[in-house]
C-alpha cells in the first residue's frame, strides 16, 4: 500500500522512536457536533460519509441523517458540510434525495475505526537531549538564503503556522520554545479533540515537517525558516493507518480559519483517492467538502501550501491512477486532469514541488505545467533534509513533504515582516520573489524560465521575503541590571531611550535574556513609553526548558522611539523563580 504521505522516498528516519495509537474529540467553534458516541456505539460496516447543503442551519438536513439510519459525527454549519456515519448500505442515496441536499459521498472504502468513538491520547515520548551544535550552513537553508534571511528577522511570535500533519513532538528541545499548545488539535475522524497531548506525534513526519518551518533558534539541533514564528499541532492523521481522511482534513482547515493562522502546511494527500474525479458521487462531495473548507480558511486570512507528490507523475497530463483506494484494494482506473489530487490542486492553495542539492527536479517529485506554483529543498538521494524528532531527536527525510514547509517557512517570514498582507498577497509575493529557475535538459519540462512545469514560478527565496539586503542596525540600548521575579508575581525592567528621531521601526529587535527554572511559568512583554503592551511570548505551560535567551521582532511603528519602555516578566506559578539578567532594544 502506498504511503499518502509526501515523503514515501524518504531515507530512513534517524533513531525514530515509536509511538502509541490514538486520539479524541470536541467540536470546532465553526462547527456544531453532535455529542461523542460511546464505543458500544460502533458497529462493523460503520462508514463516514460528507453529506453537504447549504452553508448556515443545518439542522433539517442533521435531522434527516438520523432519520436514515445514520448518525451526525460532526455539523460544520459555516461551510455547509456534515460528517456522517452510517452502517447502512443505502444511507448514501437515501440522503440524496432529501430536500436541501447537494451532495453525499462515503470518504472512505474501509469502515471508520471503533478508535473514532473513543480515542486515546498519543504516547509523550521520552526525550534525549542532544550535544549537536546548532548548524546555520545546512544545504537547504543556504539554498533558499535563509541563513542570510535570519539576519533581517527570525520571524514574528504574532504569526502563526499550522502543521496539518501526523502531529508533533511539543516537548522537542528545539520546538517547544515556539510551540503554541492553546491552538493545537487533533482533528483524526473528522472532529477536533482539545485534550492536551491530542496533538502529539503518532509517527515522525509531522515533528520533522514543524522543525524545518520553525525549529528555535537556541544552539541546538537545528534551526528552522522562520525560527521567530509560533507553530501549532493539528493532528489529521489516524493512528494506526497513518492516513488523512477527508473529514479530517476539513475539520483541520476550519481549525486553521477559527484560530487565527496565517499559513497552513499540508504535505499529504486527502485519502483514499490519490485523485478524486468528479464524475464518481463519492469523490465529487470530497472535493466540495474540502474546497468549502480551504475557502473558509482563506476567508479567515490563511494561505494553504501543500506538497505536490511523490510519484513522479505529470499533473498536467493525468492518464491512469494505481495506487487508489489505499485504504482498501488499489485498482487500475483512467483518470483526467478533471480528477484533482487534493488539497494541493483546489484553487488558492501553493502546490511545492521538490528540488535536490543545485537547481535540480528532486527524481521522485510530480511536476506539471500550470500546476507546480514554486520549488524548495526537499532532498534526493543522500542529500537529505536535516530535521527533527520526535523524542528529541534528528534525521533526514526525502520527498516533497520536506519541500512544502521550506515555502510555509517562506511565507510565514512574509506574513511577519508584511502583517496586513492577505493570503493573496503572500502567494502573490512567494511567486514573485521566487529565483527564476529554467527548465533543464528534460523534454517533461514545459514552459518558460520565469515559469514552468518542473519549478513553477522558481525556487522559494527567504532572503527576498524579508528584503534583499539585511539592514544596518539602528541605536543600541541596554539594561543589564538584575530583576528578580518571584512566584506569581509581575515585574519590570525600564530602559530609556533618547536620541533617536522620530518613531521606532517596524523590526524593533528586543534581545532577552532572563535566568529562571521552569519557563512555562513566564509570560514576557514589551512595554511601549505610552504604556501600549507588546507580548513577546506566553510560554507553554508544559514547557520545563529553563531560561529565555531569545530576540524578538515588534512592529513598534506606532510608538514614539523616544521615552522609557519596559521589559514586563510576569510569573503565573508556584516554586520556580528567577531574575531579568539584562535586556535590550536594537532600533
Given at each position: 500500500m502506498r504511503r499518502h504521505i509526501f515523503s514515501r522516498l524518504q531515507a530512513p528516519a534517524v533513531a525514530a522512536v515509536a509511538l502509541g495509537?490514538?486520539?479524541?474529540?470536541?467540536?470546532?467553534?465553526?462547527?456544531?457536533?453532535?455529542?461523542?458516541?460511546?464505543?458500544?456505539?460502533?458497529?462493523?460496516?460503520?462508514?463516514?460519509?460528507?453529506?453537504?447543503?447549504?452553508?448556515?442551519?443545518?439542522?433539517?438536513?442533521?435531522?434527516a441523517v438520523a432519520g436514515n439510519g445514520g448518525s451526525v459525527?460532526?455539523?460544520?454549519?459555516?461551510?455547509?458540510?456534515?460528517?456522517?456515519?452510517?452502517?447502512?448500505?443505502?444511507?448514501?442515496?437515501?440522503?440524496?434525495?432529501?430536500?436541501?441536499?447537494?451532495?453525499?459521498?462515503?470518504?472512505?472504502?474501509?469502515?471508520?475505526?471503533?478508535?473514532?468513538?473513543?480515542?486515546?491520547?498519543?504516547?509523550?515520548?521520552?526525550?534525549?537531549?542532544?550535544?549537536?551544535?546548532?548548524?546555520?550552513?545546512?544545504?537547504?537553508?543556504?539554498?533558499?538564503?535563509?541563513?542570510?534571511?535570519?539576519?533581517?528577522?527570525?520571524?514574528?511570535?504574532?504569526?502563526?503556522?499550522?502543521?496539518?500533519?501526523?502531529?508533533?513532538?511539543?516537548?522537542?528541545?528545539?520546538?517547544?520554545?515556539?510551540?503554541?499548545?492553546?491552538?493545537?488539535?487533533?482533528?483524526?475522524?473528522?472532529?477536533?479533540?482539545?485534550?492536551?497531548?491530542?496533538?502529539?506525534?503518532?509517527?515522525?513526519?509531522?515533528?520533522?515537517?514543524?522543525?524545518?518551518?520553525?525549529?528555535?533558534?537556541?544552539?541546538?539541533?537545528?534551526?528552522?525558516?522562520?525560527?521567530?514564528v509560533k507553530v501549532s499541532s493539528v493532528r489529521i492523521a489516524e493512528p494506526g493507518s497513518s492516513l488523512f481522511f477527508a473529514e479530517n482534513t476539513i475539520c483541520g482547515f476550519m481549525w486553521a480559519g477559527d484560530h487565527g493562522f496565517k499559513v497552513t502546511n499540508n504535505s499529504y494527500y486527502t485519502d483514499p483517492w490519490q485523485f478524486n474525479c468528479p464524475d464518481n458521487a463519492d469523490q465529487a462531495a470530497i472535493i466540495e467538502g474540502v474546497k468549502r473548507a480551504q475557502e473558509y480558511a482563506e476567508r479567515k486570512g490563511s494561505l494553504q501550501v501543500a506538497a505536490a507528490g511523490n510519484s513522479n507523475l505529470d499533473l498536467a497530463n493525468k492518464t491512469v491512477d494505481t495506487e487508489s483506494p489505499n485504504d482498501s484494494t488499489p485498482v487500475t482506473r483512467t483518470i483526467t486532469n478533471a480528477c484533482l489530487d487534493i488539497p494541493t490542486e483546489l484553487p488558492g492553495v501553493v502546490t511545492v514541488a521538490a528540488m535536490g542539492k543545485g537547481n535540480v527536479k528532486a527524481s521522485y517529485s510530480n511536476f506539471g505545467n500550470g500546476v507546480i506554483d514554486i520549488a524548495a529543498p526537499g532532498g534526493d538521494g543522500t542529500s537529505g533534509v536535516y530535521s527533527t524528532l520526535p523524542g528529541g531527536k534528528y534525521g533526514n527525510m526525502n520527498g516533497t513533504s520536506?519541500?512544502?514547509?521550506?515555502?510555509?517557512?517562506?511565507?510565514?517570514?512574509?506574513?511577519?515582516?508584511?502583517?496586513?498582507?492577505?493570503?493573496?498577497?503572500?502567494?502573490?509575493?512567494?511567486?514573485?520573489?521566487?529565483?527564476?529557475?529554467?527548465?533543464?535538459?528534460?523534454?517533461?519540462?514545459?514552459?518558460?524560465?520565469?515559469?514552468?512545469?518542473?519549478?513553477?514560478?522558481?525556487?522559494?527565496?527567504?532572503?527576498?521575503?524579508?528584503?534583499?539586503?539585511?539592514?544596518?542596525?539602528?541605536?543600541y540600548f541596554e539594561n543589564t541590571a538584575d530583576v528578580t521575579i518571584a512566584d506569581n508575581a509581575t515585574v519590570d525592567s525600564p530602559l530609556t531611550v533618547s536620541g533617536v528621531t522620530g518613531n521606532a521601526p517596524a523590526t524593533l529587535k528586543v534581545g532577552v535574556d532572563i535566568k529562571h527554572t521552569y519557563r512555562g511559568d513566564l509570560v514576557v512583554s514589551l512595554v511601549a513609553p505610552d504604556g501600549t503592551v507588546y507580548l513577546l511570548e506566553d510560554f507553554a505551560n508544559s514547557d520545563g526548558t529553563d531560561n529565555v535567551a531569545k530576540t524578538y521582532t515588534v512592529n513598534a511603528s506606532s510608538e514614539a522611539a523616544n521615552g522609557t519602555w519596559k521589559l514586563r516578566v510576569r510569573d503565573i506559578a508556584s516554586q520556580d523563580t528567577g531574575r531579568i539578567d539584562a535586556w535590550n532594544l536594537t532600533f
Amino acid at each position: 500500500m502506498r504511503r499518502h504521505i509526501f515523503s514515501r522516498l524518504q531515507a530512513p528516519a534517524v533513531a525514530a522512536v515509536a509511538l502509541g495509537a490514538a486520539l479524541a474529540l470536541a467540536a470546532p467553534a465553526a462547527a456544531v457536533a453532535a455529542e461523542p458516541q460511546p464505543a458500544a456505539a460502533w458497529a462493523a460496516g460503520t462508514r463516514a460519509h460528507l453529506v453537504i447543503t447549504a452553508p448556515g442551519d443545518t439542522s433539517a438536513v442533521r435531522t434527516a441523517v438520523a432519520g436514515n439510519g445514520g448518525s451526525v459525527f460532526a455539523s460544520y454549519d459555516a461551510i455547509g458540510v456534515i460528517v456522517a456515519h452510517s452502517a447502512s448500505a443505502g444511507f448514501a442515496s437515501a440522503m440524496r434525495g432529501v430536500a436541501g441536499v447537494q451532495q453525499v459521498g462515503a470518504t472512505r472504502t474501509s469502515d471508520v475505526p471503533a478508535d473514532a468513538y473513543n480515542p486515546a491520547l498519543p504516547a509523550n515520548p521520552t526525550q534525549s537531549s542532544t550535544t549537536l551544535a546548532e548548524s546555520l550552513t545546512r544545504w537547504d537553508m543556504t539554498q533558499i538564503k535563509a541563513d542570510q534571511a535570519w539576519a533581517v528577522t527570525t520571524g514574528s511570535a504574532s504569526v502563526k503556522v499550522g502543521v496539518l500533519d501526523t502531529g508533533v513532538d511539543d516537548q522537542h528541545q528545539d520546538i517547544a520554545p515556539n510551540f503554541n499548545a492553546a491552538d493545537s488539535v487533533s482533528c483524526a475522524y473528522g472532529k477536533a479533540d482539545t485534550r492536551a497531548g491530542a496533538w502529539r506525534d503518532v509517527g515522525t513526519h509531522g515533528t520533522h515537517v514543524a522543525g524545518t518551518i520553525a525549529a528555535a533558534k537556541n544552539s541546538k539541533g537545528v534551526v528552522g525558516v522562520a525560527p521567530g514564528v509560533k507553530v501549532s499541532s493539528v493532528r489529521i492523521a489516524e493512528p494506526g493507518s497513518s492516513l488523512f481522511f477527508a473529514e479530517n482534513t476539513i475539520c483541520g482547515f476550519m481549525w486553521a480559519g477559527d484560530h487565527g493562522f496565517k499559513v497552513t502546511n499540508n504535505s499529504y494527500y486527502t485519502d483514499p483517492w490519490q485523485f478524486n474525479c468528479p464524475d464518481n458521487a463519492d469523490q465529487a462531495a470530497i472535493i466540495e467538502g474540502v474546497k468549502r473548507a480551504q475557502e473558509y480558511a482563506e476567508r479567515k486570512g490563511s494561505l494553504q501550501v501543500a506538497a505536490a507528490g511523490n510519484s513522479n507523475l505529470d499533473l498536467a497530463n493525468k492518464t491512469v491512477d494505481t495506487e487508489s483506494p489505499n485504504d482498501s484494494t488499489p485498482v487500475t482506473r483512467t483518470i483526467t486532469n478533471a480528477c484533482l489530487d487534493i488539497p494541493t490542486e483546489l484553487p488558492g492553495v501553493v502546490t511545492v514541488a521538490a528540488m535536490g542539492k543545485g537547481n535540480v527536479k528532486a527524481s521522485y517529485s510530480n511536476f506539471g505545467n500550470g500546476v507546480i506554483d514554486i520549488a524548495a529543498p526537499g532532498g534526493d538521494g543522500t542529500s537529505g533534509v536535516y530535521s527533527t524528532l520526535p523524542g528529541g531527536k534528528y534525521g533526514n527525510m526525502n520527498g516533497t513533504s520536506m519541500a512544502s514547509p521550506h515555502v510555509a517557512g517562506v511565507a510565514a517570514l512574509l506574513a511577519s515582516v508584511n502583517p496586513a498582507a492577505t493570503p493573496a498577497d503572500l502567494r502573490s509575493k512567494l511567486g514573485v520573489q521566487a529565483t527564476d529557475t529554467a527548465c533543464p535538459s528534460d523534454s517533461r519540462c514545459t514552459g518558460t524560465t520565469t515559469k514552468n512545469g518542473f519549478f513553477g514560478e522558481g525556487q522559494t527565496d527567504a532572503l527576498q521575503a524579508v528584503g534583499s539586503t539585511p539592514p544596518t542596525p539602528g541605536p543600541y540600548f541596554e539594561n543589564t541590571a538584575d530583576v528578580t521575579i518571584a512566584d506569581n508575581a509581575t515585574v519590570d525592567s525600564p530602559l530609556t531611550v533618547s536620541g533617536v528621531t522620530g518613531n521606532a521601526p517596524a523590526t524593533l529587535k528586543v534581545g532577552v535574556d532572563i535566568k529562571h527554572t521552569y519557563r512555562g511559568d513566564l509570560v514576557v512583554s514589551l512595554v511601549a513609553p505610552d504604556g501600549t503592551v507588546y507580548l513577546l511570548e506566553d510560554f507553554a505551560n508544559s514547557d520545563g526548558t529553563d531560561n529565555v535567551a531569545k530576540t524578538y521582532t515588534v512592529n513598534a511603528s506606532s510608538e514614539a522611539a523616544n521615552g522609557t519602555w519596559k521589559l514586563r516578566v510576569r510569573d503565573i506559578a508556584s516554586q520556580d523563580t528567577g531574575r531579568i539578567d539584562a535586556w535590550n532594544l536594537t532600533f
